[in-house]
């Protein structure tokens, strides 16, 4: 059989943007078949489709249906690229543990899943706990995994507290592994992280670039 077309970032991009949930499951068909760089294709293909979605949403060009669509087709791509993934990093060791959830009383997702999807294809190992987490099973998790980071979003102002809160359960925990907290959201600001304690993130493409810092 001839080489496969790789299919190209282009490609990728437009159909998160278009929210074509079937195309992007092809697309990420063809990537693992082709033999094309998983990594690439997700941090320069179907990661740029996604963040364009966000934008349109934050300039009122998109709705929620757009949005959903939008995270819908990133999140069938994933899947079937995450397996490749996991096999590409079997060999060498995650470069962290990472617990990450939407705090108590927020249920968004869609940003706090594409710093999941980052993560992970950036070689950490990543626990997602989803959204409305509460302060005890974001600390009961990271104990029982030793996660070195806990990351922690809250798209709300009304829910930012309770990332103070985290910080300060995370404080007083078990000393022997502390994880590093990580925090982001739209409300969220490198001043109220330094205030309770925490790192912070303005977008997904940061929060992959500041867990490296925190651990490295």
Same mark, same amino acid.
């Given at each position: 059989?001839?080489?496969?077309?790789?299919?190209?970032?282009?490609?990728?991009?437009?159909?998160?943007?278009?929210?074509r949930i079937?195309?992007a499951?092809?697309?990420?068909r063809s990537?693992?078949?082709?033999?094309?760089?998983?990594?690439?294709?997700?941090? *320069? &293909? =179907?990661?740029?489709?996604?963040r364009?979605?966000?934008?349109?949403? %934050? !300039?009122g060009e998109?709705?929620?249906?757009? $949005?959903?669509?939008?995270?819908?087709?990133?999140?069938a791509?994933?899947?079937?690229l995450?397996?490749?993934?996991?096999a590409?990093?079997?060999?060498?060791a995650?470069k962290?543990r990472?617990?990450?959830?939407t705090?108590r009383?927020?249920?968004?997702d869609?940003g706090?899943?594409?710093?999941a999807t980052?993560?992970?294809? *950036? &070689? =950490?190992?990543?626990?997602?706990?989803?959204?409305?987490?509460?302060? %005890? !099973?974001?600390?009961?998790r990271?104990d029982? $995994?030793?996660?070195?980071?806990v990351a922690?979003?809250?798209?709300?102002?009304?829910?930012?507290?309770?990332?103070r809160d985290?910080?300060r359960a995370?404080?007083?925990?078990?000393?022997a592994?502390r994880?590093?907290?990580?925090?982001?959201?739209?409300?969220?600001?490198?001043?109220?992280?330094a205030?309770i304690?925490?790192?912070?993130?303005e977008n997904?493409?940061?929060?992959?670039?500041?867990a490296e810092?925190?651990?490295?």
């Amino acid at each position: 059989m001839g080489a496969m077309n790789h299919p190209s970032h282009a490609e990728m991009s437009a159909a998160v943007i278009e929210g074509r949930i079937e195309r992007a499951r092809d697309i990420a068909r063809s990537v693992i078949a082709s033999g094309a760089d998983v990594v690439a294709a997700i941090e *320069s &293909g =179907f990661a740029p489709g996604i963040r364009r979605v966000g934008e349109l949403w %934050e !300039e009122g060009e998109y709705f929620l249906p757009e $949005l959903v669509q939008g995270a819908e087709a990133m999140k069938a791509a994933m899947e079937i690229l995450r397996p490749a993934l996991k096999a590409g990093s079997a060999a060498r060791a995650p470069k962290g543990r990472i617990v990450i959830g939407t705090v108590r009383g927020d249920l968004h997702d869609i940003g706090k899943g594409l710093v999941a999807t980052l993560l992970a294809a *950036s &070689g =950490f190992e990543v626990h997602d706990l989803g959204n409305d987490v509460a302060v %005890e !099973e974001f600390v009961a998790r990271a104990d029982q $995994l030793g996660a070195d980071i806990v990351a922690a979003s809250a798209l709300l102002t009304t829910t930012m507290t309770v990332q103070r809160d985290l910080a300060r359960a995370l404080a007083a925990g078990r000393p022997a592994k502390r994880p590093r907290l990580l925090i982001g959201g739209a409300p969220t600001t490198p001043a109220w992280a330094a205030e309770i304690g925490a790192a912070h993130a303005e977008n997904a493409h940061r929060a992959v670039r500041v867990a490296e810092g925190l651990l490295g």
